[in-house]
């Protein structure tokens, strides 16, 4: 049997070239969709500073849950071999798991591509079709999308002894994912704390013990059998 660094090795040599090129689109793509997003948010003539607040307020909570569900789900479900999401997802957070500390030697496509390319569900529509729908949309769905997009990042900086000093800042005012709200989730029974944008939402989620009633129901629909973390 292979112990945790050979594990960790066998993960991390699943990086492949291809999945590099598909981390470089779509931080090109995320990028082009969040300027286009950008251009048709300042054009918007009937939101004030509260729209604004409230809508970036909600984008966060909304990432955090997105941070949460999709995370407890690569933690919990399927495998390397899964297809589409075994070799797109799961693997980093098996990998994540086994070695916590590697997220913080990830360059920055590696840290954002995958995450920056889901959240162009999110900023292709306000890019393009702005103003065919309610403006406080369109701040919502912009705002969404960023968060989306710079999640990994903030669960990065959540990991590294010496984050920049702002960033510092922000996680101990709570706007962002802190080290100490993070570690809950990288201690056993690693059952918990899933969000990693905020970390706003965990306390919900577990309280609520969400997760564990939809392992429940998942398992009795499909037999299948929640993964214990490590
Ligand atoms: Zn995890
Ligand atoms: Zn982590």
């Not at 000093?165 to 802190?178: D, E, N, P, S, T």
Request: net charge neutral; glycine share 8%.
């Amino acid at each position: 049997m292979s112990g945790p660094s050979e594990r960790a090795a066998s993960l991390e040599a699943g990086y492949t070239r291809t999945h590099r090129a598909y981390e470089w689109a779509g931080i090109a793509f995320a990028g082009w969709c969040l300027y286009g997003a950008a251009l048709q948010l300042v054009e918007l003539d009937d939101v004030h500073a509260g729209h604004w607040t409230g809508a970036i307020l909600l984008a966060l909570a909304f990432a955090d849950l997105v941070s949460g569900l999709a995370h407890w789900a690569f933690d919990t479900w399927g495998g390397l071999d899964t297809p589409v999401v075994g070799k797109l997802a799961i693997r980093t957070f098996r990998h994540h798991h086994v070695d916590p500390k590697a997220i913080t030697r990830h360059d920055f496509v590696e840290t954002n591509g995958h995450n920056a390319m889901l959240s162009i569900v999110l900023s292709a529509p306000v890019a393009h079709a702005a103003d065919a729908m309610p403006s406080f949309l369109a701040l919502f769905l912009g705002f969404a999308a960023l968060f989306v997009a710079t999640t990994s990042q903030l669960h990065k900086w959540a990991h590294m002894d010496r984050p920049p000093a702002v960033v510092r800042v922000m996680q101990r005012l709570g706007l962002v994912l802190g080290p100490e709200a993070h570690a809950v989730h990288h201690t056993a029974p690693h059952e918990g704390a899933y969000c990693v944008t905020t970390g706003w939402m965990n306390l919900l989620l577990d309280r609520s013990r969400f997760f564990r009633v939809a392992e429940r129901i998942i398992t009795k629909l499909t037999g299948a059998v929640p993964r214990a973390s490590e």
